[in-house]
């Protein structure tokens, strides 16, 4: 069992385990291809149960021959059932909570960039860089601080305060770009033909991208190494969403989990919703769009892997929708008052469209559904701005008592 | 009219043209522009176009700005533009 090949995802061309990320003959991405031949799926299972609280008990199903050296490990986040949530959207089904706001920079792009900078490490790059919405440029000045590396971060100059005040904190060479994430996608794809950089989501992206496996196999293992039979999961890229598939085919395909693939639902902001677009209008490939939403996580308007992510909606009989900026704050409101779970508006946008899902009445009698919550409301409190109201009241019992008069029962 | 360009090829491409990163080509629209750099480097045709069309991890920009949000192939070029091509990448 070991990591053999980059491969490309569309003519499968092979490539040597370096720095690519893009096929020569049809620019095709490029993916890790594993040999499992032998791999015994108890023996699997028995070295993941006696492995790290974290990502790296999967090492095997990821791109490194043994353990990476990783100080800030992420991983193993809470999935919690969230019944008071699925009673408030009259749903009977079992609704659970995937918690990744729980990481080391409170979103699941520590998942990634773990695996991403360790690889980093491997192929002796000194410095690690990447285009992001924010959360990632978090991961990765955090990760790079923790391993020493420099770090260079390039996000949209309009950015949350929040997530840029973060992420400046850890002494990473923080850029804001005029423009929205596709033009600083475009610049990075750029910068990595002359510099010497390991860009996490440009040219070591095929390893980048396994971390997101991880979530698949925590669930499958939280879930007592069962799968789910629906997941509801945002779209950006579309890499999360069909990574999650990969990591569960994988196992499927390995015999450490049985049954099929679950249903799969995209979550979008519908003001930038090419992959929901293009699923409504029955498209293989997303036409871009110029961002305008609240969910800035969320807003890649020309998103590379939406092609496999409408391959896997659509052939594991899901779909993919779309929820506007008013949803996306009842949503972050709701998870917040059903689970005690304060996410981001990405997260806002995952909780729209679940209760979508059940107001359309998709979601059947005893269903078993995860819920991918990928981000921390903390950094993007904007979004919980005006949607409640502060008591304020003098520092006395009759002033307490005169502003909860009607709704307080005295205790004699 | 035809317009002189600057087509950058990226480093996948450019064992199709000789280890060059830019080609110096004229053409009114992006189409006619690509045609020439196929008339200059057979290889690339394939490479980059399939039917016809663009192949769907082929990004090609007109002086910073996307052509999918022009005309695609028939965006019109104009005196000083530069028709960079790029391979399509997830982010997040």
């Not at chain 1, 893009?22 to 015994?40: M, Q, R």
């Not at chain 1, 890229?237 to 994988?250: A, D, H, I, N």
């Not at chain 2, 002086?63 to 399509?88: H, K, N």
């Amino acid at each position: 069992m070991s990591v053999e090949s980059l491969k490309c995802k569309e003519c499968g061309a092979g490539y040597e385990l370096g720095a690519g990320f893009a096929c020569e003959n049809c620019f095709g991405p490029l993916e890790v291809a594993y040999d499992y031949s032998g791999l015994d799926a108890a023996e699997a299972k028995r070295r993941i149960q006696a492995g790290s609280q974290g990502i790296w008990r999967y090492a095997d199903f990821l791109p490194f021959t043994g353990r990476p050296l990783d100080p800030l490990e992420p991983g193993l986040t809470p999935l919690v059932r969230a019944d008071r949530l699925a009673e408030r959207l009259g749903l009977e089904a079992e609704i659970w909570i995937k918690n990744d706001a729980a990481n080391p920079t409170h979103s699941f792009k520590d998942r990634v960039v773990a695996v991403a900078v360790a690889k980093a490490r491997e192929l002796g790059f000194e410095t690690v860089a990447c285009a992001s919405t924010g959360n990632l440029a978090n991961a990765v000045a955090a990760h790079a601080a923790a391993a020493g590396l420099e770090s260079y971060v390039l996000v949209p100059a309009n950015l949350e305060e929040q997530k840029l005040l973060a992420t400046g904190i850890y002494g990473t060479n923080l850029v804001g770009v005029r423009g929205n994430y596709d033009d600083v996608n475009r610049l990075c794809t750029q910068l990595a033909e002359t510099r010497p950089w390991a860009f996490v989501n440009v040219n070591l992206r095929p390893y980048y991208a396994e971390g997101s496996k991880t979530l698949a196999y925590e669930t499958a293992e939280q879930l007592g190494w069962e799968l789910p039979d629906r997941v509801v999961c945002p779209i950006a890229s579309g890499s999360l969403f069909t990574k999650v598939g990969r990591g569960f085919q994988e196992w499927l395909d390995l015999g450490l989990v049985e049954g099929g693939q679950p249903v799969f639902n995209g979550a979008q902001a519908l003001g930038c919703s090419p992959v929901a677009t293009a699923f409504a209008e029955g498209w293989d490939v997303c036409k871009p769009q110029k961002p305008e939403t609240i969910a800035k996580s969320l807003a890649i308007g020309d998103p590379a892997d939406g092609p496999y992510a409408l391959e896997q909606a659509r052939r594991t009989g899901g779909a993919i929708d779309s929820v506007g900026d008013e949803e996306i704050r009842a949503g972050i409101r709701l998870l917040a008052e059903t689970t005690g779970i304060f996410t981001e508006t990405a997260g806002g946008v995952t909780v729209g469209v679940l209760a979508k899902l059940a107001e359309r009445g998709e979601i059947g009698a005893g269903e078993r559904v995860v819920v991918y919550i990928t981000g921390e409301g903390l950094k993007t409190l904007d979004a919980a701005r005006d949607s409640f109201h502060m008591h304020e009241i003098d520092p006395d019992l009759a002033s307490f008592e005169s502003e909860f008069a009607t709704q307080q029962e005295v205790v004699a | 009219m035809a317009m002189s360009v600057t087509v950058k090829i990226p480093t996948q491409l450019r064992a199709a043209t000789g280890g060059d990163a830019e080609v110096e080509v004229s053409g009114s629209t992006v189409g006619e522009v690509l045609d020439a750099v196929f008339d200059a480097h057979g290889d690339l045709r394939d490479r980059i176009t399939q039917d016809g069309d663009l192949r769907r991890f082929v990004n090609v920009y007109v002086s910073g700005e996307d052509i999918r949000f022009q005309q695609g192939l028939d965006t019109t070029i104009s005196e000083g533009d530069e028709v960079t091509i790029l391979p399509a990448v997830a982010g997040g």
